[in-house]
């Protein structure tokens, strides 16, 4: 085939293979005009999550009829005159090719209205067509709609996902648009319902209360103001308000949403040994940085940028955030039980625990002899992942031979048996237990189990094992049915954003399956009519722990999947099970251990942890030299 240039049209197009991934795209580029027109009101109405309607109106600089002849026209942009201007870039836009390429793929229609004009103009586009500026009344600002994305694209059409999948991505597009630019009103409406209203905001913190709800933005830490050539600020959440989703991680390059791994790394480094790092702290980081010392033009979407000195950007970042989290003084014990960190503790839940141990209380003088039971201690169900941690094993007491054994349990897939049985309180009635296990077991800096098993020594961690106990027997319960649930005299209620009460609708099965049902409360809350009873028994915050199912209902879209069952099943089991730094009582670690072979069966705890190490007496015969 002879080498021909292609027709504008299918060079937009191919453009808009690049830019437009899906509605949340056109709703990025659309703002990003009217933010960059000086828009101090942005309102978006989505039909169809977006595939039938976009339609983004604001009350900026709006255009000249001449300005809008040009508007659809390829590499057309008022943002970037010379060549220079290209490497000192402060709009959201400079490529002059979204308009272009979205009426390349859709019906585009634009109106639009300079304040003192006194006419306005409109225009249309669509495919390779492109209709003359006409005049027509307009209110000061522009408004620009979207019909049929993608209608003549059937690739692209098709990978479109559900309404509320596609929803979500714009809700998400709206907050890295709305985050740093709080003193910009936004709305967005859905189907004519509205489902978002952020207020113009003085401030980033308001911003952040308004998109993501009070028990998100509450407890955030403003960055300390750090003074050095690349000015930092922001919020950052508290070591332990950990999510186990990166979802609430903000970082923002003058402006503008990016991703960087470098950046993701300092947020990680600064926060190692401070909380769990399978966990993710929540962050919003804005960055200035002078527009010649980064290059924004690397990536069509400008998601990614190209620092010229990164490791400046790195080092700042790090002091910044390490200064914020020392000034904060954050012991984990003290910041968890006094909790007086701008953020104190609700009285509602100061009456919670002290109900909570008042029952305990009550529990042990009803009973004088306890059965075998594990109860929480309300001190222990706050402890942090420091508690793994908080002594040395006494080196004197196991010889240094010990901890350079290869300890570790080979791995064995995760049988998942079938057969039912009666639902342990925490834990059931030791079955049959090994008695000549039982006068040889102890529990060691309140974390470890140590028996004497008939082939040498079992190591167990109480934590893991408990919580593959409970974890088997969730699973066995599942396929037998719903979990058994318990119901609430007095729902506690929870806040939720527009995303979670979609999340919920869509999960109401999976949440029926788990023995939680909760109800819309007003605007933006919900109340927990429902909870499983092993929680409930366990004493595990409903609130506490919707917030964090909804984080990882909300990572995964395919919903349906057993994975996020899994998931679902092991964070309830964590969260139920004892923690380390937890005292036993020999009834209880006898109860425990009775479940040994079953979880045996199964090597590690549902994060993937071992639960027992075993130290044969081969081993032992051989660490001390007698074979
Ligand atoms: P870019 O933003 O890269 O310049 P676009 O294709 O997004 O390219 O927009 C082309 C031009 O249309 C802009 O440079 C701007 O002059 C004008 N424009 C687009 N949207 C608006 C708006 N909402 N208000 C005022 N002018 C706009
Ligand atoms: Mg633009």
Known sequence: MPIAVLPVHLVNKIAAGEVIERPASVVKELVENALDAGATRIDVAIEDGGRKLIAVSDDGSGMTAADLALAFAAHATSKLSGEDDLFRISTMGFRGEALASIASIAH????????????????????????????????????????????????????????????????????????????????????????????????TATRAADLFGRDLAGGLMPIARSSGPIPIAGLLGRPDAMRSAPRWQYFFLNGRYIRDRLLSHALREAYRGLADPRNYPVAMIFIEIDPADVDVNVHPTKVEVRFRDSQAVHGALMAALRQTLNAANLSPSASLE????????????????????????????????????????????????????????????????????????????????????????????????????????????????????????????????????????????????????????????????????????????????????????????????????????????????????????????????ERVLEDVLAIMACKAAIKAGQALTTTEIDALLAHLDEAEKASSCPHGRPTTLRLSLKDLEKQFKRI
Do not use: W
Not at 109 to 136: F, W
Not at 379 to 396: G, I, L
Not at 405 to 425: E, F, H
């Open 338 to 561: 006094t909790d007086d960190f701008d953020h104190p503790a609700a009285p509602a839940d100061q009456q919670r625990r002290a109900s909570l141990r008042e029952a305990i209380a009550d529990f042990f003088k009803s009973a004088p002899a306890p059965q075998p039971r594990l109860i929480v201690s309300e001190q222990s169900s706050v402890k942090s992942p420091h508690a793994y941690h908080c002594e040395q094993p006494d080196d004197d007491a196991f010889g240094p031979a010990v901890t350079t054994l290869p300890l570790m349990a080979p791995r064995q897939p995760i049988p998942l048996p079938p057969q039912s049985s009666p639902m342990p309180g925490p834990i059931a009635e030791p079955p049959s237990l090994d008695p000549a296990l039982l006068p040889h077991a102890i529990q060691i800096h309140q974390t470890y189990i140590v028996a004497a098993g008939n082939d040498g020594v079992l190591i167990v961690d109480q934590h893991a094992l408990h919580e593959r106990v409970i974890y088997n027997e969730l699973r066995r319960r599942l396929t037998g049915g719903a979990l058994t649930a318990q119901r609430a005299l007095i729902p506690e209620t929870f806040h939720i954003s527009t995303a979670d009460a979609e999340t919920l609708e869509r999960c109401g099965e999976l949440l029926a399956r788990l023995g939680i049902e909760v109800g819309s409360f007003g605007a933006d809350a919900a109340a927990i009519h429902q909870f499983p009873a092993l929680l409930v028994q366990r004493g595990v915050p409903a609130a506490d722990f919707m917030r964090e199912l909804l984080d990882k209902l909300a990572e995964d879209e395919t919903m349906d999947s």
């Open 108 to 203: 585009a229609h634009i109106r639009t209205r300079r304040r003192d004009d006194p006419s306005g103009y409109e225009a249309s586009a669509s495919g390779e067509t492109i209709e003359p500026v006409r005049p027509c009344p307009s209110a000061a600002g522009t408004t620009v709609t979207i019909r049929d994305l993608f209608f003549n694209t059937p690739a692209r059409r098709k990978f479109m996902r559900t309404v509320n999948t596609e929803l979500g991505h714009i809700t998400e597009q709206i907050a890295r648009l709305a985050l740093p630019h709080p003193h910009v009103a936004f709305t967005v409406t859905h189907n004519g319902r509205e489902i978002s209203n952020l207020p113009a905001a003085a401030s």
